[in-house]
């Protein structure tokens, strides 16, 4: 797709966070989506995402809402394989070229 437009329809379809996986509750599933994709959309500028500031914004409010040690990472291309608390771990898509991965240890 290198030097094609993308077309409106995927555009659309691309601003919606996709869940890959998760362990968590429901609710807490919900919100921890909406802090992702709050924190994504707000750092979001003409030269693209700041990955850094969102990471930090995301991990400050994961610790402040469900206690500490959050870690939070941002990138397009990286594998993981991590040990994580119970009902602590989501892995998500958004913007169509950014993973984010979450999770309390």
Request: a neutral charge; hydrophobic letters at 40%.
């Amino acid at each position: 797709m290198a030097g094609r437009p993308i077309p409106a329809s995927m555009k659309k379809q691309m601003q919606k966070a996709t869940l890959k996986h998760t362990d968590m509750a429901g609710e807490m599933q919900s919100e921890v989506l909406d802090i992702i994709t709050g924190s994504i959309d707000k750092f979001a500028g003409a030269d693209g995402v700041n990955l850094e500031a969102s990471a930090r914004m995301i991990k400050e409010t994961l610790d402040k809402n469900y206690g500490f040690n959050w870690h939070c990472a941002i990138g397009k291309g990286f594998s993981f394989d991590v040990t994580a608390q119970d009902q602590t771990l989501m892995y998500v898509f958004y913007q169509g070229e950014y993973a984010i991965l979450v999770f309390k240890c």
